[in-house]
């Protein structure tokens, strides 16, 4: 069975201190990856996707970046958070092209203070 | 881009049903999801259409019409427990990029 496990659980960082979330899927080789974000009360929103390692491409610019240095593993990052980064990071997988149902992790929590 | 809609609220009673709706304006559609999101929880995958009709799948069923840029989730005999939010989310044609929408916050009452 394929498991998504994110890290961390909650995070509270200070405005213009760096960020790293993580994830791994454990059980699927050559997964579709994928980095959510939903401010409280808010849209979730896609922030990027990855097909293949070393290949990422950016949905939506929050001043984020990511990148896929293996084939289980997503990383989510920036080098100065903003308020704004506040809420709700959800790493997701799914089969490849085509696949029709998305599978999310548990979440990380983030507060900017 | 997306354009994804959903109202913002519904209540209904257990043991009824409830119809979630959700309407779409797209430059591409590549099929559409329905997805249920407890407060404080990542959201759970229900049911994806892209064929126009309905999809029946006993408790969840869902609708769409292609051409209104519509879709619906049923929810049958309802119980306390499904009150939580029900997200739809459209993709677009390179299958890569999902769009939801804001989501409706389902209220079942006792």
């Known amino acids: 069975a394929q498991t998504i496990h994110q890290w961390p659980v909650a995070e509270i960082k200070a405005v213009g201190s760096p960020l790293s979330l993580g994830c791994t899927i454990k059980?699927?080789?050559?997964?579709?990856l994928y980095w959510y974000w939903q401010a409280t009360g808010g849209t979730l929103q896609q922030l990027f996707y990855?097909?293949?390692?070393?290949?990422v491409e950016s949905v939506v610019q929050l001043n984020l970046s990511a990148s896929r240095p293996k084939d289980d593993q997503f990383i989510l990052s920036t080098e100065k958070l903003l308020l704004s980064h506040s809420g709700f990071y959800l790493c997701?997988?799914?089969?490849?092209?085509?696949?029709?149902?998305?599978?999310f992790g548990k979440g990380t929590r983030l507060t900017v203070v | 881009g997306q354009g994804v809609e959903q109202p913002d609220n519904l209540m209904s009673v257990e043991g009824t049903f409830a119809r979630v709706n959700c309407t779409y304006s797209?430059?591409?559609?590549?099929?559409l999801s329905w997805y249920q999101q407890r407060e404080g929880h990542a959201p759970v995958f229900l049911s994806y259409?892209?064929?126009?009709g309905l999809k029946d799948s006993g408790h969840f069923s869902t609708f769409l019409s292609r051409s209104n840029g519509y879709s619906y989730l049923l929810l049958t005999e309802l119980q306390i427990k499904d009150s939580a939010s029900y997200l739809c989310?459209?993709?677009?044609?390179?299958?890569?990029?999902?769009?939801f929408g804001s989501g409706t916050k389902l209220t079942v009452e006792p």
């Open positions: 997701a997988w799914s089969m490849d092209r085509g696949n029709t149902e998305v599978f």
């Open positions: 059980g699927k080789s050559s997964p579709n």
């Open positions: 990855s097909i293949t390692v070393g290949q």
């Open positions: 797209t430059s591409g559609f590549n099929g």
């Open positions: 259409v892209v064929l126009d």
């Open positions: 989310a459209v993709r677009e044609p390179n299958y890569n990029v999902l769009y």
